[in-house]
C-alpha cells in the first residue's frame, strides 16, 4: 500500500486535506458511485490488497473532519489543478494516483470528461516546465480508457469523446498555424499512448475489435472537424 499511504500522506498538508478527506469518505462510507467502485477495484488489483483492507486502513479518517467541498466550478477546477501539479512532480501520475484523483474529483461531482479535459488543461508549459506535462498527460492517457463492449459504435463513440475533449482542451498560442500543429501532435500523441498500452490492445483483440483503427479514424475525424 506504498502508493496509497503515500498520496494520503502527502496530502496532509492544509491545501490539499480536502483530497485526503473526500478520497477517505468515498472508500470508507460505502457511498461509492459506479465509477467510484471501479476506481477502489483497480487501485486494489495494482496495490494486491482486498477491498476490505484498503476501507480498514481507511476508516476514520473523515469523520471528525469538516469537509468543505468548493461549490463553484472554477474553484473545484483550481484545487484540481494544484492536485495534479503535486501528482506530476516527479513526471508520472501512477495508476493509482490517477484513480484517487478520480475519485476526489467524483466527491466534487465532477465526471470522467472533465477528469480528462482537467488533466488536460493543466499539462501545459503554464504548469509544468518543459516535457514534464506530456509526461505526466501520458501516463494519464495510458489509464484512461477501456473496451466498453463488444459493440463497436459503443467503443467508438467513447473514444470519440475522449478525442474530443483532447481538441477542446488543446492549449491555444494565439497562432493559428501553430494552433493547428499543436492539435495535429496532441491528437498523435494521444493514439501513440493508446496504442502503447498492450494490455489495452489486447483486451479490444479478445473483443474482435480492432482499436488501432479506430483510434486512427476518430483521430484524423477530429482533426478535420476542428481544422
Keep these: 500500500m506504498s502508493i496509497i499511504n503515500h498520496f494520503l500522506s502527502v496530502v496532509i498538508e492544509p491545501q490539499f486535506k480536502l483530497a485526503r478527506d473526500l478520497t477517505?469518505?468515498?472508500i470508507a462510507d460505502g457511498k461509492?458511485?459506479?465509477?467510484?467502485?471501479?476506481a477502489i477495484r483497480a487501485i486494489c488489483q495494482l496495490e494486491n490488497i482486498?477491498?476490505?483492507?484498503?476501507m480498514e486502513s481507511l476508516q476514520g479518517n473523515y469523520e471528525n473532519a469538516d469537509v468543505r467541498i468548493p461549490k463553484e466550478r472554477k474553484e473545484k477546477e483550481s484545487y484540481l489543478r494544484e492536485l495534479i501539479k503535486l501528482i506530476g512532480t516527479d513526471k508520472y501520475a501512477a495508476p493509482q494516483e490517477i484513480?484517487?484523483?478520480?475519485i476526489v474529483a467524483g466527491r466534487m461531482g465532477l465526471?470522467?470528461?472533465d477528469v480528462m479535459g482537467i488533466f488536460l488543461a493543466c499539462t501545459t508549459h503554464q504548469y509544468f516546465k518543459g516535457d514534464a506535462g506530456i509526461a505526466v498527460l501520458t501516463s494519464f492517457l495510458k489509464n484512461h480508457?477501456?473496451?466498453?463492449s463488444k459493440n463497436e459504435k459503443e467503443n467508438s463513440d467513447n473514444i470519440r469523446a475522449i478525442y474530443e475533449t483532447v481538441a477542446t482542451n488543446t492549449e491555444r498560442l494565439q497562432d493559428p498555424e501553430a494552433?493547428?500543429?499543436?492539435?495535429?501532435q496532441?491528437?498523435?500523441r494521444a493514439t501513440e499512448t493508446f496504442m502503447q498500452n498492450s494490455i489495452l490492445m489486447q483486451e479490444f483483440r479478445d473483443l474482435n475489435l480492432d482499436l488501432g483503427r479506430i483510434l486512427k479514424e476518430e483521430e484524423l475525424r477530429t482533426f478535420k472537424k476542428y481544422y
Design 179 to 184: 494552433d493547428r500543429e499543436l492539435l495535429r
Design 24 to 26: 477517505a469518505m468515498a
Design 99 to 102: 484513480y484517487l484523483f478520480q
Design 145 to 148: 480508457i477501456a473496451p466498453k
Design 111 to 113: 465526471n470522467q470528461m
Design 32 to 38: 461509492v458511485t459506479p465509477e467510484e467502485k471501479e
Design 50 to 54: 482486498n477491498e476490505a483492507t484498503l
Design 186 to 188: 496532441n491528437l498523435e
